[in-house]
């Protein structure tokens, strides 16, 4: 299973950006999605998931009500839209797919350990 992302890109504050993240190898139904984020001189930090099926979503608390998360099966492409992009949502994004297994109540993860391949990230850059 591999990840690639792209779209990350330079826009000024208020502005918008959508990352996809292509998964090859692997079939798209079976693994939970994450997006990750790490800022300069900061830790890696979750930004938001999405379960195998890509109906349930959740994210942290700074991105809420401005990022979404979306996938299409048909294309293997898992989506992190965002909007209203503040200088602190500066940082190199990741994507990751988590095999499982999940539960009803933990449908995918908001912290890094369950997730078992990671893509390269694409560098998100929020200035005027």
């Known amino acids: 299973l591999q990840l690639v992302e792209s779209g990350g890109g330079s826009v000024q504050p208020g502005g918008s950006l959508r990352l996809s993240c292509i998964v090859t190898?692997?079939?798209?139904?079976?693994?939970?999605i994450g997006w990750f984020r790490q800022g300069p001189g900061k830790e890696r930090e979750a930004v938001g998931c999405a379960n195998d099926i890509g109906d349930v979503t959740r994210f942290v608390d700074s991105v809420k009500g401005r990022f979404t998360i979306s996938r299409d099966h048909t294309s293997s492409t898992a989506y992190l839209q965002m909007n209203n992009l503040k200088p602190e949502d500066t940082g190199v994004y990741f994507c990751?797919?988590?095999?499982?297994?999940?539960?009803?109540?933990?449908?995918?993860?908001?912290?890094?350990?369950?997730?078992?391949?990671w893509g390269q990230g694409t560098q998100v850059t929020v200035a005027q």
């Open positions: 990751a797919a988590d095999l499982g297994p999940w539960t009803v109540q933990a449908p995918c993860a908001t912290d890094s350990g369950p997730y078992d391949y």
């Open positions: 190898e692997f079939t798209m139904d079976y693994y939970a």
